[in-house]
């Protein structure tokens, strides 16, 4: 079957820096994205990166391994607003999008 | 601003009273998803159109059925819900499933069943 596993629930101060990490086992590979969803709020995209490498986008960052099925969202300097659950999900073979459950970030002052 | 559309933004219905939930955009997009999401729960997909092309998943119920009338709109309609069909209901639109193409997600349809 097709999986995606994020921790749960991680925990950050603000200005700091938290890596928030994704593993994946799917049948075929064409793409792997980052969502912010905010507690009652729908999905809104982040980052896609198909090619291994690290992709920046100001405060965020992602990062794809596809020989470890491996991806990770790194977000720095840290702020209140980023308190959300952040989705990863994985286009397969037949591109249809698998849903990782979310990793919800909590940010304490 | 172009952008997805849900309506009503809550519903509450009845044990086994039908309900509609209405979506539509304004991005032109040729796909359209309908998702259900449940507390802490990933996104599962109900149903997708790539332009009049109809998409059933799997494993959706055949309580769950769909219409896309034109490119904008998009309905969901829910002939008997039951108290496991409680749960926010997300559409989302894209441009063409392949590549780097994201989804674009409506406010979503919190469907409460009493």
């Known amino acids: 079957g097709q999986n995606i596993d994020q921790p749960t629930e991680m925990t950050a101060t603000e200005g700091a820096i938290v890596q928030i990490n994704c593993t994946y086992q799917?049948?075929?590979?064409?793409?792997l994205f980052w969502y912010q969803q905010h507690a009652g709020e729908a999905p809104t995209f982040l980052s896609y990166?198909?090619l291994d490498g690290l992709e920046e986008k100001g405060r965020f960052s992602s990062f794809l391994s596809r020989s470890k099925g491996y991806s990770y969202l790194l977000l720095k300097e840290l702020q209140m607003k980023d308190s959300a659950s952040y989705l990863c999900?994985?286009?397969?073979?037949?591109?249809?999008?698998?849903w990782g459950a979310g990793t919800k970030l909590i940010i304490k002052p | 601003d172009a952008m997805v559309i849900q309506n009503p933004r809550y519903q509450v219905t009845q044990f086994g009273k039908p309900v509609t939930l209405s979506c539509s955009q304004t991005?032109?997009?040729?796909?359209m998803y309908w998702y259900q999401q449940k507390s802490s729960q990933a996104p599962k997909l109900l149903f997708h159109?790539?332009?009049?092309?109809?998409?059933n998943e799997a494993d959706t119920p055949d309580n769950f059925q769909s219409r896309r009338p034109n490119t904008s709109f998009c309905f969901l309609d829910i002939r008997s819900p039951g108290l496991g069909d409680a749960a926010m209901y997300l559409c989302?639109?894209?441009?063409?499933?392949?590549?780097?193409?994201?989804?674009?997600f409506g406010p979503g349809t919190r469907l409460t069943v009493t």
């Open positions: 989302a639109t894209s441009r063409d499933p392949t590549g780097a193409y994201e989804q674009y």
């Open positions: 991005l032109n997009h040729n796909v």
């Open positions: 159109y790539y332009d009049k092309d109809f998409n």
């Open positions: 799917t049948s075929g590979f064409n793409g």
């Open positions: 990166n198909v």
């Open positions: 999900a994985v286009k397969d073979s037949n591109y249809q999008l698998i």
